[in-house]
């Protein structure tokens, strides 16, 4: 059964800080990964979606990486700013039903 | 891009009444809907999965009399939470994913912004 850890659970930093968020799986047999942002009582916005055979996905100043093998990836965010305080989700897609497994997430706050 | 609206945002209602939320996608046909619980700092857990004009696969220990889902439509799904009691209070997600040719990969899934449900 597919496992999804985020390391830290929650991380607050000061603003202009880049930062790594970390996510782990335990089944590296994998489709693909996405990132998702969750702002509070809200739902889900993806960020980046890595295919399983891609290494890394870019969009502004967001850079997932997946490294399959060790089942691992992480989310970099360069010159944090206070908007991009939300937890931040990672899910793994399993290959042919179209499932996401989902991690508890990691609570971000950016601080002015 | 993909708009997925929900429908309630908050329903408060006693215990024993059945509620029905909605799942729309607005402006692309939905061949798969995912339904999806949340409890407070926890993760979303699937309840279960639709296809329009099939009947839904639940997760185990997904009671399927408890939460009907219905898919009759390539725009609409319906999660409906009968005789519900206080323990089913929680955060309820749809999600959505479109008929498409992406070369026989996963079809990224839209969610909706979520239904927050409280039973008294």
């Known amino acids: 059964k597919q496992e999804v850890t985020q390391i830290p659970a929650a991380l607050s930093v000061p603003e202009g800080e880049n930062l790594v968020l970390n996510c782990s799986f335990t089944?590296?047999?994998?489709?693909?990964l996405q990132w998702f942002r969750q702002d509070p009582g809200k739902g889900l916005t993806s960020l980046l979606l890595i295919q399983s055979s891609q290494r890394e996905q870019t969009s502004g100043r967001l850079n997932a990486s997946l490294d399959k093998s060790s089942g691992r990836s992480t989310l970099y965010i360069a010159a944090s700013q206070p908007g991009d305080s939300a937890t931040y989700l990672c899910?793994?897609?399993?290959?042919?039903?179209?499932?996401?497994?989902f991690g508890k997430g990691t609570k971000l706050t950016v601080n002015p | 891009g993909a708009v997925v609206s929900q429908h309630p945002s908050w329903v408060i209602c006693k215990s024993g009444t059945s509620v029905k939320i909605e799942c729309r996608s607005l402006d692309f046909q939905a061949t798969t809907m995912f339904w999806y619980r949340q409890f407070p700092k926890q993760s979303l857990m699937l309840m279960a999965t639709?296809?329009?004009?099939?009947?839904?696969?639940?997760e185990q220990g997904v009671e399927k009399d408890k939460f009907l889902i219905n898919h009759a439509s390539l725009t609409l799904s319906t999660l409906t939470v009968t005789s519900a009691h206080p323990e089913d209070s929680s955060f309820y997600i749809c999600?959505?994913?479109?008929?498409?040719?992406?070369?026989?990969?996963?079809?990224?899934?839209?969610f909706g912004d979520g239904t927050r449900l409280s039973i008294l």
């Open positions: 639709s296809n329009e004009g099939s009947k839904a696969t639940y």
């Open positions: 089944d590296s047999a994998i489709y693909n």
């Open positions: 899910a793994v897609g399993q290959g042919g039903s179209e499932k996401l497994v």
């Open positions: 999600s959505a994913s479109a008929r498409g040719t992406n070369h026989g990969r996963n079809q990224p899934q839209h």
